[in-house]
Structure formats: C-alpha cells, structure tokens
C-alpha cells in the first residue's frame, strides 16, 4: 500500500504545472506541553508555483486555549511562511486580544492536506509549546492562475 501511495504521489508531484495565488482555510487541535488543550481556526492566503519560489503565505488566525477546567482563553495570530516541499516553518505574531500583548511566535510543520505542527511562543507561559494538527482545504487559481497539484 505504502509503495503504491509513494508511487500516485509521484506521478502527481511530476505531472503538476503552473502557478496560482490560493487560499487555504484550516481547523487545528492541539495540546501545550503543559497539556492545556487548544482548538485553532486559520486562513492562508498565499501563492504557490513549481518554478519560481516555494509556496508562500501569510496566515491569520484565532486560538483558544482551555487553561482551566471551565476557563477558555483566546488569542489572535498572523504569521508568514514558507512550505519548500512537505514541511515548512513560518515566523509571527501571538496577540492576547483581550490585553493586545504580542508575542514572538515560531512555527514548524510537516505533511500535504493535513500536518502536524509545533510552534513556539516566547515570552508565553505554561503555553509556550504547542504541538497540534492541522487540516486544511488548499483552494488554488483564484484570482486566475494555471496550478494544477494533480
């Protein structure tokens, strides 16, 4: 099974062509390594092309961490990043909308459709590592465009 999903993946990976600007809107559920549960809502809006530049984007975002049994917080986040291939990392900004506290965010993921992620928020707390997974619906040649992933 593995050899032929290996094998449709690449045939795609070479039979795809063009570029496009695209959205990608994606649901993430989480934990913190203190284990404090999240759930995350995002939008990418990006450009991806085979021969110019990696897929690129810049992502905003709302997280909402469960600090306590019946307490929920929320977060704002936008970040950019980058997805050479199957794994990306990206660079931004933590915002507590209740206070307007930024912080430092980093991030680091790895899969297609859906990946797993880490991110890193300095100055953040018991939330400062959070590891997640992601699903998410990439919508290309919006705006026009000639990508076609398969």
């Known amino acids: 099974m593995v050899k032929y999903l290996a094998l449709v993946l690449s045939i795609s990976i070479l039979n795809a062509s063009g570029s496009s600007p695209y ?14 549960f999240f759930l995350s809502a995002q939008i990418t809006f990006g450009y991806v092309s085979y021969s110019e530049p990696p897929p690129f984007g810049v992502t905003v975002g709302v997280r ?3 600090i306590r049994q019946t307490e929920w917080k929320e977060y704002g986040y936008v ?26 965010r980093f991030k680091a993921g790895v899969g297609i459709i859906g ?19 992601i699903g998410t619906m990439p919508i290309y040649n919006i705006l026009g465009g000639d990508y076609y992933p398969l």
């Open 64 to 66: 909402t961490y469960r």
């Open 79 to 104: 970040d950019f990043q980058v997805w050479p291939f199957v794994g990306g990392l990206g660079i931004g900004k933590m915002i507590d909308i209740k206070n307007n506290i930024q912080y430092t």
């Open 115 to 133: 990946y797993a992620t880490y991110d890193y928020c300095k100055d953040f707390g018991i939330l400062k590592h959070n590891f997640g997974i």
């Open 23 to 36: 959205i990608s809107p994606g649901i993430q559920i989480g934990m913190t390594s203190k284990a404090n």
